[in-house]
C-alpha cells in the first residue's frame, strides 16, 4: 500500500466542478508534483489533502488510515502556503515556533527545535529579526522551517516560488530538494512551471480541468506523453495533425518515413524541436533554381528522403544556451533547437533555406480520443 493514496476524490465549488474523480498514490519519501496550468485543481487538491477544505466524496488514506474526517490540525502535514503567511508582528524565531507552542511543546525543546530549523534552512543568525526585514527568499525559508519545525509525515509546497525573482526561484528549488532528500519526507508540490516541475521531481502528475492527465517520471511525461494536452504543456514541442498514411509513409501533410505500422486509432505526430537536426544543403542542391523550387513545392530535398525536408528560416530567437529556429516547410512552421554556437548562427539566418531531419525513432504517436500512445 501507498504512503498516501486518494481515491475517488471529487470537489465542486458551487457549479464547478474543481476535481473529478481524482485517484493518485505517493510513495513514502517521494517528491510529487501536481503541475497543470492555473485552474486546473492542482491547489484545491492539495487543500483538500491537508484539510483546509473539505472533500464531497472519496477517501484519503495516509500510512494505512483513513484520515478524511480529521481536522488540518490532526493530520501530521506541515503546509507551506503560495504568500508564506507569516506573522508581521512575530520576529522569526517566534513565527517558527508558533506551531510548536499550539502542540504544547515545552520551552527548552521548543528553542532547541527553533534553532536547529533555523540552521538547516540558512538563517541560524537571523532569529532575531523581523519578516519585513528579510528578503523573499530568506522569508520562504521561514515559511519553510515553520511547517517542518512540528516534524510532519507530510509536507505540502503551493506554488512557494511564484514570488521569487527567476535567480532566487532556481536556488530555492535546489535547497528545497536537497532539504526533502536529507530529511526523507514525504512531499507534495504544486507548480504551473514546466521546468521547476522537470528539475526537482521523483514523478509528475501533470493536471487539466480537474482531472489527472498523466502520472509518471518526469523523463517519461517529456519524452512520452500521452495526450496532446500533455505534449504542449510539458516543453515545447511540433504537433502534426495526420492527413493520411500510405503504407510506411505518414503525410502531416508533408511525408516522414516511419520503420513500423500506424495504428489506426493515431491522430496526430509529435516530435521535441532538439531532436530535429537541421544543416545547409549541399551546394550542388542549391545551384539549380528549379531544384530548388521543386523542394520548396513537395517540402522534400532533391535526394528524394521522405525524412528530410527543406525549408526556409523564418524567425531565431536566442535562449540562453539555445537557438530556437521557426522553419517554414510548405504552409507548416516547425520549430528547431540548436546549441547556440554564435558562428553557426551567422549561417542561419532569417530566410536561408535549409535541411531539415526527423529520425522516426523520435517521434512520439497521440491517439488522443483514447488517451494512448504509440512510438514510431
Same mark, same amino acid.
Given at each position: 500500500?501507498?504512503?498516501?493514496?486518494?481515491?475517488?476524490?471529487?470537489?465542486?465549488?458551487?457549479?464547478?466542478?474543481?476535481?473529478?474523480?481524482?485517484? +493518485?498514490?505517493?510513495?513514502?519519501?517521494?517528491?510529487?508534483?501536481?503541475?497543470?496550468?492555473?485552474?486546473c485543481g492542482k491547489s484545491t487538491l492539495l487543500r483538500v489533502l491537508s484539510g483546509? +477544505?473539505?472533500? =464531497? &466524496?472519496?477517501?484519503?488514506?495516509?500510512?494505512?488510515?483513513?484520515i478524511s474526517r480529521l481536522p488540518a490540525n490532526r493530520r501530521d502535514m506541515g503546509f507551506v502556503f503560495q504568500s508564506y503567511a507569516l506573522f508581521p508582528n512575530m520576529?522569526?524565531?517566534?513565527?517558527? /515556533?508558533?506551531?510548536?507552542?499550539?502542540?504544547?511543546?515545552?520551552?527548552?525543546?521548543?528553542?532547541?527545535?527553533?534553532?536547529?530549523?533555523?540552521?538547516?534552512?540558512?538563517?541560524?543568525?537571523?532569529?532575531?529579526?523581523?519578516?519585513?526585514?528579510?528578503?523573499?527568499?530568506?522569508q520562504q525559508r521561514v515559511a519553510l522551517a515553520r511547517a517542518l519545525a512540528p516534524e510532519p509525515s507530510v509536507l505540502l509546497l503551493d506554488e512557494p516560488f511564484s514570488a521569487l525573482d527567476a535567480k532566487i526561484r532556481l536556488s530555492m528549488r535546489q535547497f528545497?530538494?536537497?532539504?526533502?532528500?536529507?530529511?526523507?519526507?514525504?512531499?507534495?508540490?504544486?507548480?504551473?512551471?514546466? =521546468?521547476e516541475a522537470l528539475s526537482i521531481s521523483d514523478r509528475i502528475a501533470l493536471m487539466r480541468e480537474g482531472r489527472i492527465e498523466q502520472v509518471g517520471l518526469p523523463v517519461d511525461l517529456y519524452s512520452r506523453p500521452a495526450t496532446t494536452f500533455a505534449a504542449e504543456f510539458i516543453g515545447t514541442t511540433n504537433l502534426f495533425p495526420i492527413a493520411r498514411v500510405q503504407e510506411n509513409r505518414v503525410y502531416v501533410p508533408f511525408p516522414l518515413v516511419l520503420d513500423r505500422p500506424v495504428p489506426p486509432e493515431i491522430c496526430c505526430l509529435a516530435v521535441r524541436p532538439e531532436q530535429i537536426r537541421m544543416a545547409l544543403p549541399e551546394p550542388e542542391a542549391t545551384?539549380? $533554381?528549379?531544384? $530548388?523550387?521543386?523542394? =520548396?513545392?513537395?517540402?522534400?530535398?532533391?535526394? &528524394?528522403?521522405? $525524412? /528530410?525536408?527543406?525549408?526556409?528560416?523564418?524567425?531565431?530567437?536566442?535562449?540562453?544556451?539555445?537557438?530556437?529556429?521557426?522553419?517554414?516547410?510548405?504552409?507548416?512552421?516547425?520549430?528547431? $533547437?540548436? +546549441?547556440?554556437?554564435?558562428?553557426? /548562427?551567422?549561417?542561419?539566418?532569417?530566410?536561408t533555406r535549409v535541411h531539415l531531419q526527423i529520425d522516426p525513432a523520435s517521434c512520439v504517436f497521440l491517439a488522443e480520443a483514447k488517451n494512448e500512445v504509440s512510438h514510431c
Open positions: 500500500m501507498s504512503y498516501i493514496e486518494l481515491k475517488g476524490i471529487n470537489k465542486r465549488f458551487a457549479d464547478q466542478v474543481a476535481l473529478r474523480n481524482i485517484s +493518485l498514490t505517493v510513495e513514502k519519501g517521494e517528491f510529487l508534483t501536481l503541475l497543470g496550468p492555473s485552474g483546509f +477544505l473539505p472533500k =464531497e &466524496s472519496g477517501q484519503i488514506w495516509v500510512d494505512g488510515k483513513e520576529s522569526v524565531f517566534e513565527n517558527v /515556533a508558533f506551531g510548536l507552542k499550539m502542540r504544547n511543546i515545552g520551552k527548552e525543546e521548543r528553542r532547541a527545535r527553533v534553532e536547529q530549523m533555523l540552521h538547516t534552512v540558512g538563517l541560524g543568525a537571523l532569529g532575531h529579526r523581523m519578516p519585513h526585514e528579510l528578503s523573499g527568499g530568506q528545497i530538494r536537497e532539504l526533502q532528500n536529507e530529511l526523507a519526507i514525504t512531499t507534495v508540490f504544486v507548480t504551473h512551471d514546466q =521546468e545551384e539549380s $533554381d528549379g531544384a $530548388d523550387r521543386s523542394s =520548396e513545392n513537395t517540402g522534400a530535398p532533391s535526394s &528524394s528522403r521522405c $525524412d /528530410a525536408l527543406t525549408g526556409t528560416i523564418r524567425s531565431r530567437i536566442l535562449l540562453g544556451s539555445l537557438m530556437r529556429y521557426r522553419v517554414q516547410v510548405q504552409d507548416h512552421m516547425i520549430t528547431v $533547437d540548436q +546549441l547556440y554556437d554564435p558562428h553557426q /548562427a551567422e549561417r542561419y539566418g532569417e530566410g
